[in-house]
Structures are given as C-alpha cells and as structure tokens.
T-cell receptor, first 111, second 110 residues
Framework: QKEVEQDPGPLSVPEGAIVSLNCTYS??????FMWYRQYSRKGPELLMY????GNKEDGRFTAQVDKSSKYISLFIRDSQPSDSATYLC???????????FGKGTRLSVIA | NAGVTQTPKFRILKIGQSMTLQCTQD?????MYWYRQDPGMGLKLIYY???????DKGEVPNGYNVSRSTTEDFPLRLELAAPSQTSVYFC?????????FGQGTRLTVV
C-alpha cells in the first residue's frame, strides 16, 4: 500500500461547480497536510496548509483533514477555468522533514 | 525576491554525459530538496539537505549526487546520464514545513 493515494483523474467540471479532491494515507504519524496547485510546465505552488485535524478556509478553497479516517480533502467553490491545473496533496509527520506527495489529480474547469 | 531559481530550464543530454542542475534560493531557508516528477507519478524525493554541509538520500538517489556548501545553493549532479533519468526536476526549500518550489528543469536523455 502506498503511503499516499490520490486519484489521478482527469476530472472535468463545468464552471461554477463545487470540486472535491481527496487523498488517503496510511501513515498515522502524518500531522502536517498541504495542497499544492501545479499549472502545466510550472512548479508546484502552495495552496493550503493544515496542521492536524480540522478545517481551514481561504477564499473559495477549503481544506479538511480527518485523521481518524486518514483522509484529507480540498474543496473548490465556484470553480473557474483558471482553476484548471493538477492538484497535489502532500504530508509529513514532523516539522522540517521531506514531504510525501500524492500523484496529483488533474482538474479541468470548462467555461 | 526571486524565491527558488533553477537553471537550466531545458536540457537534452546524450547517454553517458554528465551535467549539474543548479538551484539557488534567496529565502534564507535552511532546508532544501530535490524532487523528480515523471508523468502521472507525483514527486519523488532524490536528496535533501538540512543545512550547509549536510545532505541525505531520499527515495530515489541512485545516479545522482548533491553538495551544499552554502545556505543558498544546492546543485544536483548527474553522472553517466541514462534514459531513466529523463524527467522534470524540481528544487524546493523550506523553513518550517511548507516547501517552496522552483519552476523546474526539464531533462531529456537520448
């Protein structure tokens, strides 16, 4: 079983839809959780950062962590064509240790 | 601030050649990382460094070497390039937990 599982998609939604992206993980020691957005031929950019369980909201984006289920989610409300990118989840057990990444989900928002 | 800068952006190597991928950061972060990204495979850690003079292997270190003589620079060396090293290489740095990435070097070995 891989440490971090993420459905690669592709996922295609109409503009304005609510998007749900998810990752599951096997290492119960993970407590730092991140979502990165990567546009084509660009480097990953940090989108959301959550420590331990709970929700975090930033504009149209909401990150959720359920440590009991080893499941994290990223919700995008009112999705826009500019949200079309690959979304990577990443996590680590301790501060300043290398992140473990999911394979990424490719999202297309159609106008 | 430029953040994390990688050079070159693109490179084609012949099998058996060697090259150095350059990475420099102006964020004054102690931790630096090299990842490779293959299509549909996410990011895999090659090497990382917790500070000048200290480096450690990641998940896929074979065929690569690194050095860290300054806080700012973390070059990745490929010796005897092989087709399996065709990939996109990303350098990143961090101060706490969040990593900040460069724009990548796209390498093709033919």
């Amino acid at each position: 079983q891989k440490e971090v599982e993420q459905d690669p998609g592709p996922l295609s939604v109409p503009e304005g839809a609510i998007v749900s992206l998810n990752c599951t993980y096997s290492n119960s020691a993970f407590q730092y959780f991140m979502w990165y957005r990567q546009y084509s031929r660009k480097g990953p950019e940090l989108l959301m950062y959550t420590y331990s369980s709970g929700n975090k909201e930033d504009g149209r984006f909401t990150a959720q962590v359920d440590k009991s289920s080893k499941y994290i989610s990223l919700f995008i409300r009112d999705s826009q064509p500019s949200d079309s990118a690959t979304y990577l989840c990443a996590m680590s057990a301790l501060r300043n240790t290398p992140l473990v990444f999911g394979k990424g989900t490719r999202l297309s928002v159609i106008a | 601030n430029a953040g994390v800068t990688q050079t070159p952006k693109f490179r084609i190597l012949k099998i058996g050649q060697s090259m150095t991928l350059q990475c420099t950061q102006d964020m004054n972060h102690n931790y630096m990382y090299w990842y490779r990204q293959d299509p549909g495979m996410g990011l895999k850690l090659i090497y990382y460094s917790v500070g000048a003079g200290i480096t450690d292997k990641g998940e896929v270190p074979n065929g690569y070497n690194v050095s860290r003589s300054t806080t700012e620079d973390f070059p990745l060396r490929l010796e005897l390039a092989a087709p399996s090293q065709t990939s996109v290489y990303f350098c990143a740095c961090s101060m706490n937990t969040e990593a900040f990435f460069g724009q990548g070097t796209r390498l093709t070995v033919v």
